[in-house]
T-cell receptor, first 114, second 109 residues
Framework: EAQVTQNPRYLITVTGKKLTVTCSQN?????MSWYRQDPGLGLRQIYY???????DKGDVPEGYKVSRKEKRNFPLILESPSPNQTSLYFCASSRLTGGAETQYFGPGTRLLVL | EDQVTQSPEALRLQEGESSSLNCSYTVSGLRGLFWYRQDPGKGPEFLFT???AGEEKEKERLKATLTKKESFLHITAPKPEDSATYLCAFTGGYQKVTFGTGTKLQVIP
């Protein structure tokens, strides 16, 4: 089954404790992306990657890091989480063929930073 | 600056009452305009991609249209199961994706 998976699905942590949210896709997609969703603000892009070792900032990259060492995985790293990073996070992937391809989204990770 | 505005923020319809959702955008070099459906607590689910002005796509009770400044999602004779938040998004240059804040649709039996 074609899918994007994220782990963990729910996470409660404390300020300053480094954490990683994993994202994996089994569709051989080149493009992967991370979003956060907050009430009233909608989905905002954090980082995206057009292929292995190629990453770029979205609209809200501050406080986040990403890496793309393998095509299927795109982890999101919070080096020193703060309460304003409490949010619902989505990973997405798509093909990249020169046009605007459909993104497939994961189920989401709900993060609470105390 | 690339931006997108969706209206209305919320819409309540009686079952069978047709209506339209609006997505206005400002982007230099539109590569694609997307419509997604999102149910509470779940990831967005793809509905349509539109690439150029004049293009239309249909799926069951939904029809998406695109002009040079806006897109509409027309819902014909909606059913309660169509209740969801509908998101509009676009890709401009550099493969960044910008989402609107969505229209929350409630269809009353």
């Amino acid at each position: 089954e074609a899918q994007v998976t994220q782990n963990p699905r729910y996470l409660i942590t404390v300020t300053g404790k480094k954490l990683t949210v994993t994202c994996s896709q089994n569709m051989n997609h080149e493009y992967m992306s991370w979003y956060r969703q907050d009430p009233g603000l909608g989905l905002r892009q954090i980082y995206y990657s057009m292929n292995v070792e190629v990453t770029d900032k979205g609209d809200v990259p501050e406080g986040y890091k990403v890496s793309r060492k393998e095509k299927r995985n795109f982890p999101l790293i919070l080096e020193s989480p703060s309460p304003n990073q409490t949010s619902l996070y989505f990973c997405a992937s798509s093909r990249l063929t020169g046009g605007a391809e459909t993104q497939y989204f994961g189920p989401g990770t709900r993060l609470l930073v105390l | 600056e690339d931006q997108v505005t969706q209206s209305p923020e919320a819409l309540r319809l009686q079952e069978g009452e047709s209506s339209s959702l609006n997505c206005s955008y400002t982007v230099s070099g539109l590569r694609g305009l997307f419509w997604y459906r999102q149910d509470p607590g779940k990831g967005p689910e793809f509905l349509f991609t539109l690439y150029s002005a004049g293009e239309e796509k249909e799926k069951e009770r939904l029809k998406a249209t695109l002009t040079k400044k806006e897109s509409f999602l027309h819902i014909t004779a909606p059913k309660p199961e169509d209740s969801a938040t509908y998101l509009c998004a676009f890709t401009g240059g550099y493969q960044k994706v910008t989402f609107g804040t969505g229209t929350k649709l409630q269809v009353i039996p």
